[in-house]
Each structure stands twice: as structure tokens, then as C-alpha cells.
């Protein structure tokens, strides 16, 4: 198979380079799409959630100011003297301003956790762009060889339509001189213009491929449709390059962190709390009369420490868990799926580029044969030793001939293509 493979770049591939036309198209039309930067807009967003996450680990600082009205409140009646005196211990009016700050001590790695799950999305979001991105990049290759074999397809029936047109000339003298019918110049003005309705649409055919090729670049991509079809060569790699199993991958890990995740959810968590500020009532008031602010009013201060034990949740996060557990069992055997469909696919590509290998050997040598035919025909037709409508055969033979041996070619470069796509293999940047 590998010894096929390499006869195949030597019969196909004109140097060693890569296809530096089809790279360049690729590359344009990946650069311009604007589902690729829509779908990169999530990087940003995933960038910013991570920020987000990681900022649970700074302190919280807020500012409150409050003002509470009590009735009624406690109070005390003393007779001092003969005369009574009411002692309240705390105003009606309640005046409270300060700066609250909360710092998480430890929370046995659950924020740790939060933020690398959060990564691996961003990872998973950035296979989904490759995906993607490998979708948009083979397709654009495909019908970039479909052009190719258009282009080459056109060029064999121009000169198909080259050789009617001069056998044409010759018929309209034979019509002339008495030794052909007009019906011999009638049959071959109408496979004249056949020939030309073939062209036509085979050029239509053409036409539609490069607008849509523009349309993605954003551009005129025909500067690089000029040159010959060089076949791309370097097909190392493995399946697990493939971007879909790298996608199940990254799902993989995010499900794994997830349950990391809940096996943590009753962990204890340890906060910090302090509090800076200002508030009245540190004066009782006595017979109703209020004490001056600079008195009544002080600063006012608060540390401590909270501890937070979860206790009992109604399982819910067991339940979570043994869900992400299913989920994770369930990414496992699309892997397998997808990894026993990948190297099917992989054999099934090498198996038929091995058969249209032998077929365009074969092929070149049906070439040769129809090309000698067509000569021996064409001498004899011109000695009137044959009648039109058997050169016509021989005419038919030879265009199928050369059609097939570029339809050969583009099946070579398609089955290529897949081989380098199920192993996941950007073309375009090696």
C-alpha cells in the first residue's frame, strides 16, 4: 500500500512542493469567512469567563451606608434625688456607614477546579473552531480540484471541437467534388455544434465553481488558478490528530473536571470578614437628650473568621455526578465509534487510491491506443477508405479516453484529500 502511495506522488506530483495555489485560496477564504470569526468571538468570551473565575479568589470590597428607625427601644427609669431619669441605651434613630471586605481562605481547591474547568472550555471552543475550520478548508480543496479537472476538461474538448472543425473543412470539399453526400456534411456540422453545446456547459459548470470560490475568498481568486495541479504529498500523521476526536477529547476532560467538581461540592470553605466604619449610638441617651455627634458618632471596626460545613443537600450532588459519569461513559463510546469509522474510512482511501493507480496506468496506455487508432483512422478517412461516421467513433474514443484519465486524476486527488482529512492534517500550513 505505501509502496502504491509513493509510485502515486511520483506519477502525479510535478515537485516537492506543496500546492502553494490551493494554500493560498485556503487560506484567503478561511482569513475572510465570517462564520470562522463569528465563531472566534467565543475565544474572547471564554477568555473573559476565565477571568471571571479566577477573580472568586481575589477579596470583595463593598461600601454600606444605612440609616434604621427603632420603636420602641429599651429603656430605664432611675430616681435620682427625688427627680426620675430615663436611661436609653440605644437611639430610635440609628445612623451606620462602613467598608465591608470578604477574602475566601481556603475552599479545599473548589475555585481551583472552576478555573481550569472554565480553560478547558476555552480549549473545546478552540477544537470546535478547527473543526470547523478543517470542514471549510476541505471543501474549498475539493472544489478547487473539481476546477482543475474542468479546466483540463475543456482544453481536451477544444480540441476535440479543433478536429471536427477541420475534419468539417475536408467533408464540405468532398461535398463539393461529388464523392460525399450533404447529408455527410450535415451529420458532422451537427456533432459540430454538440461539441460546442458540451463546451458551453462544461464552461458554465466552471463559472459557477470560481464565483464560488469568490464569494467565500471575498476576492478574485483566479490568479491562482492558473498554474498546474500539484498534488499534495506529506500524508503523515495519525487518526488521533483527527479533529473530531480531539473535540470528544476536550469533552472528555471538562465532564471529568465537572464531577471533580461536585465531589467537592460539600467541602467546607473558610472566608475571612472585615468591616471598617462609622455609626452612632455609642452614648446612651438620657431624658431623651442626644450627645454631640463628635461623641455619640465613632469609628468602628470588625474581624473575624466564618467557617461553611455543607451538611445535607438532598443528594443533589451525587445525582450530578452520577449524571456527568453517565455523560463521560457516553463521550468514551462516540470515541470508539468515531475512531473504528475513522480507520475504516482510512483503509477504504487507500485501498482505492492503490485501484486508481493501476486504473491510470492502464488508462495511459488506453490513450496511447486510441491516439494510434485516431491516426490510422484520419489517414485512411483521407484516402476515403473509411466513411465519416467511423472516424466519428474513433473521434469519441479518444476524447472519453482523455476525459477519464483526468477524471482518474481527480479521484486521486480527492481520495487524498480525504486521507489527509481523516488524519486531521492542516494542508494549507505545512
Known amino acids: 500500500m505505501k509502496k502504491s502511495i509513493l509510485f502515486l506522488f511520483i506519477c502525479f506530483a510535478t515537485n516537492a512542493q506543496t500546492n502553494s495555489d490551493l494554500t493560498e485560496i485556503v487560506k484567503q477564504v478561511l482569513d ?20 471571571i473565575q479566577q477573580s472568586y479568589s ?14 420602641p427601644v429599651s429603656k430605664v427609669t432611675f430616681n435620682t434625688g427625688g427627680v426620675p431619669s430615663i436611661l436609653q441605651f440605644q437611639p430610635n434613630m440609628n445612623y451606620n456607614t ?6 475566601v481562605i481556603y475552599d479545599w481547591g473548589k475555585n481551583a477546579l472552576a478555573l481550569e474547568r472554565s480553560r478547558l472550555e476555552n480549549k473545546l471552543t478552540q477544537v470546535q473552531i478547527d473543526v470547523a475550520t478543517n470542514n471549510m478548508a476541505y471543501q474549498i480543496a475539493t472544489i478547487y480540484h473539481q476546477i482543475k479537472f474542468l479546466q483540463n476538461a475543456i482544453k481536451i474538448q477544444q480540441a476535440e471541437l479543433s478536429r471536427i472543425k477541420s475534419h ?37 459548470q466552471l463559472n459557477k465553481m470560481v464565483d464560488f470560490l469568490n464569494t467565500q475568498a471575498g476576492k478574485d481568486i483566479s490568479p491562482w488558478l492558473k498554474n498546474s495541479l500539484l498534488i499534495q504529498q506529506d500524508i503523515n500523521g495519525n487518526l488521533d490528530e483527527n479533529p473530531l476526536l480531539v473535540q470528544l477529547t476536550a469533552e472528555d476532560a471538562i465532564l471529568q473536571k465537572d464531577i471533580n467538581v461536585q ?42 473568621v466564618k467557617l461553611t460545613i455543607p ?27 468515531i ?21 491510470s496506468a492502464i488508462q495511459k496506455q488506453v490513450i496511447e491506443q486510441a491516439v494510434y487508432a485516431y491516426q490510422l483512422a484520419e489517414a485512411r478517412f483521407s484516402k476515403g477508405t473509411i466513411k465519416q461516421i467511423e472516424l466519428d467513433a474513433v473521434q469519441n474514443t479518444l476524447e472519453e479516453a482523455q476525459l477519464q484519465k483526468e477524471n482518474i486524476y481527480l479521484q486521486i486527488s480527492l481520495q487524498q484529500l480525504e486521507l489527509l482529512k481523516i488524519k486531521g492534517l492542516k494542508f494549507w500550513e505545512l
Open 168 to 204: 468539417a473543412e475536408v467533408v464540405g470539399v468532398q461535398v463539393k467534388l461529388g464523392e460525399l453526400l450533404e447529408l455527410d456534411q450535415l451529420g458532422i456540422n451537427i456533432r459540430l455544434k454538440n461539441q460546442e453545446i458540451k463546451i458551453s456547459e462544461t464552461e458554465l
Open 311 to 337: 451538611i445535607y443537600s438532598g443528594k443533589r450532588a451525587f445525582f450530578q455526578e452520577n449524571i456527568l459519569k453517565f455523560q463521560k461513559d457516553r463521550v468514551q463510546l462516540q470515541r470508539d465509534e
Open 263 to 304: 465531589q467537592k461540592s460539600s467541602s467546607p470553605t473558610i472566608v475571612g470578614i472585615a468591616s471598617l466604619g462609622v455609626r452612632n449610638g455609642y452614648l446612651p441617651r438620657i431624658n431623651g437628650e442626644v450627645p454631640p455627634i463628635s461623641d455619640d458618632f465613632k469609628l468602628n471596626t470588625m474581624l473575624g
Open 339 to 359: 475512531g473504528a469509522k475513522l480507520s475504516f474510512e482510512l483503509r477504504q482511501a487507500e485501498a482505492s487510491i492503490a485501484q486508481l493507480v493501476k486504473k
Open 32 to 51: 475572510h469567512s465570517p462564520a470562522l470569526k463569528g465563531q472566534k468571538t467565543g475565544l474572547k468570551i471564554g477568555d473573559v469567563k476565565t477571568q
Open 98 to 103: 462602613n467598608f465591608v471586605a470578604n477574602q
Open 58 to 71: 481575589n477579596p470583595t470590597i463593598s461600601y454600606e451606608a444605612g440609616i434604621t428607625r427603632l420603636d
